[in-house]
């Protein structure tokens, strides 16, 4: 092919830009959900005859609220030693962020949070579109990018949280591992597992994606999947420059009280306890709706996980390393319950934000106008209710 030839086979696809279209698209997303938030935090006060509850109030709840008080002290203290070392539990990387953007925010390590947490959504989003849109099509991305922010723990992404930082960072991750991009793979793996401990998982991912692209013909680019490992490697090195422990950071799930338990018994407590928790004469308990919560959205993500592999919404075989992946997820999230807590799926309604196939099942269903208006309904009920709540310091996730 000469020069000429090479000129016109590239127009196209320079003409084309589809990371612009990416980057429009997850930023219009990105803005309407931020502007839907902004009107439920102020709504939701409500009633609330306080002076001291002004717009920078309302703002700074945002990052005020449970793991996010966890985040910033960590941020301005380092690992300090509290309760079995519980900080340790949290990586290190979100924090890193929120120390690095402080000066850069007048001094307050609220608003740099917040924008850490914000910015890597935004991210998130974009590659997200990007993403779907490869794999199937511009419709089935705008979808399934609007039902990960309607979702109704997508507050989350919000708040001052990892959220969206590990879900940017893992997305990045498999998107490189389908472009066959294998060390800016690894690296972006590597620095979800600085994230969070589900980051690992990418190993997985990575070995299995080269595998069927490769084969077994090793190439020196096989390599690049040591990235992963070193991510956890980082929070060892921090744990043992802290606590003098480099497993500090599994010995803090003590105070949490996370342990391994089968994953089909967790969900069949989470049955339990809404049979337990149900009474007609007396209503439903906050326990109730909380678990209620937690369990319906394991049952949701595992169902279009199967919907995967079977069904009018199937995946190609060659797209299996994203639902593979979801399944891990999933059974990393269910595995794990906590005994300190009355919900046998402690959070999952939150992690299962990171079960990304899953919305790109709802995106493919969403071309069907019944199952769209239901899903954005149902979703943006729930999270207005949700976002209210956890504003005004309750737990949610």
């Known amino acids: 092919m000469d020069d000429a030839e090479e000129a016109g086979a590239s127009a196209p696809e320079r003409a084309d830009r589809p990371w612009r279209r990416a980057v429009l698209s997850g930023l219009g997303i990105f803005l309407a959900s931020k502007v839907a938030l902004a009107f439920v935090s102020a709504f939701a006060w409500i009633g609330v005859k306080r002076p001291g509850v002004t717009t920078t109030y309302i703002a700074a709840q945002w990052a005020a609220q449970w793991d996010s008080v966890w985040f910033r ?40 949070a917040l924008l850490v947490a914000n910015l890597a959504t935004l991210g998130a989003l974009i590659v997200l579109w990007r993403l779907v849109e490869h794999e199937f099509d511009r419709a089935v991305a705008g979808r399934t990018a609007f039902y990960l922010v309607a979702f109704p723990t997508a507050l989350f992404l919000t708040a001052a949280y990892n959220e969206g930082l590990f879900i940017g960072l ?25 994230t969070r401990s589900a980051g690992i998982l990418l190993a997985g991912a990575f070995v299995y994606e080269y595998v069927r692209v490769n084969r077994f013909a090793l190439r020196r680019s096989a390599l690049a ?32 009280g996370r342990h391994l338990d089968w994953p089909w018994a967790t969900v069949w407590r989470g049955f339990q306890s809404l049979h337990n928790g149900a009474s007609l004469r007396y209503g439903f308990s906050d326990e109730w709706v909380h678990n209620l919560l937690e369990l319906a959205s394991v049952l949701l993500v595992i169902a279009m996980l199967v919907l995967c592999f079977v069904g009018p919404w199937k995946l190609r075989r060659d797209q299996w390393i994203m639902p593979l992946m979801g399944i891990v997820l999933t059974f990393l999230m269910i595995s794990f319950p906590s005994s300190h807590q009355p919900y046998p799926l402690y959070s999952a309604s939150r992690l299962s934000l990171e079960v990304f196939p899953a919305f ?7 071309a069907r106008p019944a199952v769209d208006r239901l899903l954005l309904a149902l979703f943006l009920m729930l999270q207005g209710i949700l976002a209210a709540y956890f504003v005004r310091g309750g737990w949610v996730a």
């Open 225 to 256: 999947v040591l990235l992963v490992p070193l991510g956890v490697a980082g929070v060892a090195a921090v744990s043992a420059a802290y606590y003098r422990a480099p497993l500090a950071f599994l010995h803090a799930q003590r105070y949490w």
């Open 360 to 366: 790109m099942i709802l995106g493919r269903m969403g």
């Open 73 to 112: 002290k960590i941020a301005e203290h380092g690992y300090y030693h509290d309760y079995y070392d519980a900080p340790a539990a949290f990586f290190p990387l979100y924090p890193a962020l929120i120390r690095a953007f402080t000066p850069l925010c007048f001094g307050k390590d609220w608003i740099a």
């Open 170 to 194: 893992m997305l990045a991750s498999v998107y490189c591992l389908r472009r066959q991009a294998w060390w800016w793979a690894g690296a972006f793996g590597g620095l979800a597992a600085f």
